[in-house]
């Protein structure tokens, strides 16, 4: 996810807290000290609390595709000043594994703690597409919350659209079900 750090008109600077809440990763911004949830995009605990983050556009994809659309993209450099070595991924284990950290919650039939979903909330109510469902339809078209929803894939660029039956964008997150399901326990799903 990708969030505007300008909140009531005042630049904020996130960290990682090391903090989970239902299963999620919570970040904290330096100013306030209030905690937020990285899925709900909004504060759960200090003083800001209730304040919602504005979501920006992003794109999950490799980086080959992301060069063809974009030749000109600026990298930031390796030369950290720090000894970690970047060329390797610290989470590579947490990713082949089949069971989510800190899961709760029991699955229904064929379901999987870290498949992939596409979450999108209307109206207070909480929906979720397996991602490997929209990629192999290309399109699928669901009502929900009494609104006209299209979930469309491109595969060249990995762009991932869901608009409303107006062609409006509709928020959405692409997430590990688990934590979707942490943080939306009613969820309705695809």
Known sequence: MVYSRQIKGTERFFGVSGLLYRSNVLMYDRGSESLWSQIKGEAVTGPLTGTELE???STLTTWKKWRMQHPDTQVLSLETGF????ATDPYLDYYAQQSGFRSFF??????KEKELVVGIVIDGKAKAYPLKEIKKAIQIKDKFAGIDVVLSFDASTDQLSVVDGSGNNI???TVYWFVWKGIWADTARY
């Open 55 to 57: 979501v920006l556009p």
């Open 106 to 111: 029991k699955l229904g039939p064929g379901e």
């Open 171 to 173: 928020e959405q997150i």
């Open 83 to 86: 000894s970690r070595n970047y």
